[in-house]
């Protein structure tokens, strides 16, 4: 922590505990949003015409499809045309509330430091986890991905504590290295590639629920079929179906509202190609850069190599949507792990590993 | 959303369009097709191995096995990265390393394992991309494939019925439509064809255009794994033609480019010729620095390094450039880098007759952030001993209260040498070279400092004291007094640098970019449009296929539809 006198960092370290806080109310707002907008959407349904449910015929997959039919257009519906999810849109607008916060804390930073806040992990934290919800609040124009919010405001806030807590460090001079153009843009680009990695990742583990829970209602379909023969066929559906709604067998019941596991597989594919051109970018970019300040694109140190790593897992995800046997469920694994490897290139790679990228400020 | 490239229910003829389909492995995600069981025979199954290694699966397992098998580089030291590390830990785990060794995990790019995954990945995407350029050639040139004959069984459909005016022809006023639909169509980039069908028998003439885009994206795919072995090749054959030579040069002397007289240490690629580096000779004027002033955040700390240099080319006027941190300078095709800094103090030893018996700028290795360095000064002849001292360079000396001395502050405040003296055989004679910034007194006494009775010497700039044992003296000059700027003279180490692959890796990183942002992003797509007479009008059919990942096919096919009733309209009004 930073003396209490009175400087323009001191302020930031203040608006960043805001924003935390902020991001902490709006992650409580979408948890309550996912935990009562099943039944929201089910009252909705109720008021709606029930055409979708006496076409599917009773069947639990089919109509697990209805749902995730709607839901799907749900989520492309124009901002104005969305559901209306009241706890979503209080998170909504807390995260926006926050952000300006987090804006705030990071513009205050940078004129205090006189240069891009992004030059140690302190502000390298700062200003990614920025850019995480300013890509979310993005995308949310297009896709109503609230039910990521959780997510995201969750990631958000345990990063941004974690950083405010042992990442920070006082704004000393740059060292020579990194007074480089390369360091705004490789930095900068790194980030938003790893906001658009988050963003896949989280729909890459909805798209997992969603699968296992299309998996169940097929196979309580098959259950219902195979078994009990004298049983109406609709009734038994419904109530095997009814059993494990209530049961909860089926995963979180937010899942009702969302779309199919195709179709979130499909969004989280449109994030991660975005993110892996990013990233390749960066990887180029970095080599330019390590070319000037150290007179060799590549040498395989220890931030090199999880660059290249996290290259080439995503290479190996892309590869994996377009290869049979691939698709779908074991392609979001490596979207998973994906993900992971690029938290793990930012904390433990960054504070343990031993490296010519020593830009972390703490020692 | 109907982006799902393929859909099995489809009839056959829009799966396979004639030719005009990238060329896929045989378990790529769209295929239909299996790995054949191999057929009996040598070739049969060598075919058979083929298929397997270039195909979807083998690449992928391939890719994730580079990604695991890269990551041990990141734990252990690497030889090429850091050598010292290695050495660091051959110490501390003597028994671990040379299991560790054996399995290469010191040098695991260049390991076999390594090197293995690699190469095999790039025969695999080789194998891959041959065929796939061929198909794709003849593709580009394919017509785009006939109208299907029930388009209302695409996902992406959409049919109106447009009334005509009495007393026009409706099939005259079908094949219209479909004139002007296939106009716009070439406008938005589509390749176009007609596949009308006269009136045969009851059926009705029927006009229908067929248009495909987005060949671009196959295009791009290949690009981009096609660049990917040229950034391979870029690297490989760059590397044996690549050299890296580091040299020191202190303030007021000179660096020339040659094997013999320049390097302290050269490390030539496979095909180097040593003998015929490109001359040129470097001055090093003067050195500067700025160091963070005391009482700020960040005290002490150095930045603006910059080396001023006088280069010389034959041919050419001397010119006055300089070398500073992210700023290489070049110099006939080589890349000169600011790699380090320190001091030299002037040092003269003279035997008790007063004659110089030594005299030289003596690199000093920074030990610290307050460069706190250290330096060895070996004197072979002209005492009556060999001499061998260990100096301390103190650029803002301060004592500490153990009574140890340190440095304060980086830049020359206050500057003290100190050294601790040995006598006897330096062990240079046998003449093996040895290290100048170390000093082995396994032979030799310790005449002062360190755990002697008789304490270190200690200079100031200018100051001269007595060697012990009546030896002579020695000197630390004042470089001020033979005009420098500063009391001490400054070195800076630079490493030199030809790298003939980087450019050719970057063009080739930049060109693969390039592709991908094409293979991923450039929608492959068909769209038809068919007009019948019927019911006193035209029905007009719209659909669409995407071919691969299109989120925008369904506004595709609802763009088209508006813009050409608007068309239609138009022309009525
Ligand atoms: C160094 C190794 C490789 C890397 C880094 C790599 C990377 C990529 C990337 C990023 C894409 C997505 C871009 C696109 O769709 O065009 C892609 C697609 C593709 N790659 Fe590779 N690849 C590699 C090796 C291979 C090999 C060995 C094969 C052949 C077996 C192959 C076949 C394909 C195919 C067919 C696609 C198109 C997938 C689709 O239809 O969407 N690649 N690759």
Redesign the pocket.
């Known amino acids: 922590m930073p003396e209490a006198e009175f400087s323009l960092d001191s302020v930031s370290v203040l608006l960043v505990w805001t924003a935390i806080a902020i991001y902490a109310l709006a992650f409580v707002a979408y948890a309550v949003d996912l935990a009562r907008r099943s039944d929201l959407a089910v009252k909705a349904k109720d008021a709606a015409p029930v055409r979708e449910l006496v076409a599917a015929g009773g069947s639990t997959i089919s109509r697990v499809r209805a749902q995730e039919d709607a839901a799907l257009a749900a989520v492309e519906a124009r901002p104005g045309a969305r559901p209306r999810y009241i706890w979503a849109r209080i998170g909504t607008s807390l995260t926006v509330l926050g952000f300006l916060f987090h804006v705030g804390a990071d513009i205050t930073r940078g004129i205090a430091a006189g240069r891009v806040p992004w030059s140690n992990m302190y502000e390298f934290a700062l200003t990614g986890t920025m850019l995480i919800i300013a890509v979310y609040l993005f995308v949310l124009l297009k896709y109503d991905l609230r039910f990521l919010g959780t997510f995201i405001t969750g990631l958000v806030t345990v990063l941004l504590g974690a950083t405010a807590i042992w990442f920070y460090t006082i704004v000393v001079p740059l060292s020579d290295p990194l007074k480089s153009v390369w360091l705004v843009i490789h930095v900068f680009v790194a980030s938003l590639a790893t906001a658009l990695f988050a963003l896949a990742f989280a729909l890459s583990v909805t798209q997992l629920l969603q699968a296992r829970r299309e998996r169940l209602a097929v196979a309580a379909d098959e259950a219902s079929t195979t078994g009990d023969e004298v049983a109406v066929a609709g009734a038994g559906a419904a109530g095997a179906a009814g059993a494990a709604g209530k049961t909860g067998k089926t995963g979180p019941r937010f899942l009702r509202t969302l779309p199919s596991s195709d179709a979130l597989e499909s969004l989280a594919y449109r994030f991660a190609i975005i993110g892996?051109i990013f990233w390749t970018f960066t990887l180029i970019a970095g080599s330019i850069w390590a070319n000037d300040a150290w007179g060799r694109y590549w040498g395989f140190d220890t931030k090199e190599v999880w660059t290249f790593v996290i290259w080439?897992l995503y290479?190996g995800y892309?590869?994996a949507r377009?290869t049979r046997g691939w698709r779908g469920t074991r392609s979001a694994w490596l979207s998973i792990v994906g993900f992971a490897a690029v938290m793990f290139n930012f904390t433990i790679v960054n504070m343990f590993f031993k490296g010519l990228h020593v830009y972390s400020g703490l020692s | 959303m109907s982006n799902s490239p393929s859909d099995p229910a489809l009839a056959p003829e829009l799966v396979e369009g004639p030719g005009t389909d990238p060329l896929?492995?045989s378990d790529?995600a769209?295929g239909t097709r299996e790995i054949t069981q191999p057929q009996l025979g040598f070739v049969g199954w060598l075919r058979w191995g083929w298929r397997q290694l270039?195909?979807?699966r083998?690449?992928l397992v391939l890719?994730l096995l580079l990604a695991i098998a890269a990551i041990p580089g990141s734990i252990f030291p690497q030889r090429t990265a850091d050598p010292n590390g290695v050495i660091d830990f051959q110490t501390k785990n003597p028994d671990l390393y040379p299991v560790l060794n054996g399995m290469q995990l010191f040098d695991v790019y260049s390991s076999a394992w390594f090197s293995a995954i690699y190469i095999l990945?790039?025969i695999?995407?080789i194998g891959?991309v041959l065929p796939r350029t061929k198909h794709h050639f003849k593709a580009l040139k394919a017509r785009p494939p006939r109208t299907p004959a029930r388009l209302s069984r695409l996902d992406d459909h959409a049919e109106t019925l447009r009334p005509v005016a009495e007393g026009t022809d409706a099939g005259a006023s079908a094949a219209h439509i479909v004139d002007v639909a296939q106009a716009q169509l070439r406008k938005a980039g589509y390749r176009v064809e007609r596949y009308d069908t006269a009136a045969v028998g009851g059926r009705p003439a029927v006009a229908s255009v067929s248009a495909e885009r987005g060949y671009a994206r196959e295009t791009?795919?290949l690009v981009?794994?096609a660049a990917?072995v040229g950034v391979l090749i870029s690297v490989g054959v760059g590397g044996g033609l690549t050299y890296t030579g580091q040299t020191v040069i202190v303030e007021g002397d000179s660096f020339v480019n040659s094997l013999g007289l320049g390097y302290t240490s050269f490390n030539p690629g496979r095909f180097v010729d040593s003998e015929a580096l490109p001359p040129y000779s470097l001055t090093l004027d003067s050195f500067d620095v700025s160091y963070v002033p005391v009482g700020e955040s960040g005290q002490g700390m150095a930045g603006d390094f910059s080396a001023n240099l006088t280069t010389r080319e034959p041919g050419q006027d001397a010119k006055e450039q300089s070398v500073r941190v992210n700023h290489p300078l070049d110099m006939a095709g080589d890349r000169i880098y600011l790699m380090g800094n320190g001091y030299a103090p002037t040092i003269t030893v003279r035997n008790p007759d007063g004659d110089v018996v030594f005299r030289e700028d003596v690199e000093f290795l920074p030990q610290d952030a307050n460069m706190t360095s250290q330096g060895v000064v070996k004197i072979t002849d002209g005492l009556s001993d060999q001499l061998g001292l260990v100096g301390f360079f103190y650029p803002t000396a301060m004592t500490l209260h153990s009574g140890a001395l340190t440095s304060a502050y980086p830049a020359l405040v206050s500057p003290l040498l100190t050294f601790w003296v040995y006598a006897g055989d330096l062990g240079i004679n046998d003449g093996t070279a040895r290290n100048v910034y170390a000093l082995d007194p396994s032979e030799m006494t310790l005449l002062a400092g360190s755990t002697s009775d008789v304490a270190a010497l200690q200079l100031e700039p200018g100051q001269t004291v007595d060697l012990p044992n009546d030896m002579g003296t020695i000197t630390f000059e004042d470089n001020t007094a033979n005009g420098g700027a500063e009391t001490v003279k400054r070195y800076v180490s630079l490493s030199i640098h030809r790298d003939v692959g980087a450019p050719f890796v970057l063009a080739f990183a930049v060109i693969a970019l390039l592709g991908?942002l094409a293979?991923?992003f450039v929608p492959r797509r068909r769209l038809w449009v068919k007009a019948v007479p019927a019911d006193g009008g035209v029905r007009i059919e719209y659909a669409g296929l995407a071919r691969?990942e299109d989120p925008a096919i369904a506004v595709a096919v609802a763009d088209l539809q508006r813009g050409l009733e608007t068309a239609l309209d138009g022309e009525k009004a």
């Open positions: 892996f080439v290479a892309i590869h377009a | 896929r492995p790529h769209d270039t195909s979807m083998t690449a890719l990945l790039f695999s995407l891959c791009g795919n981009f794994h990917l991908l293979a991923l691969g």
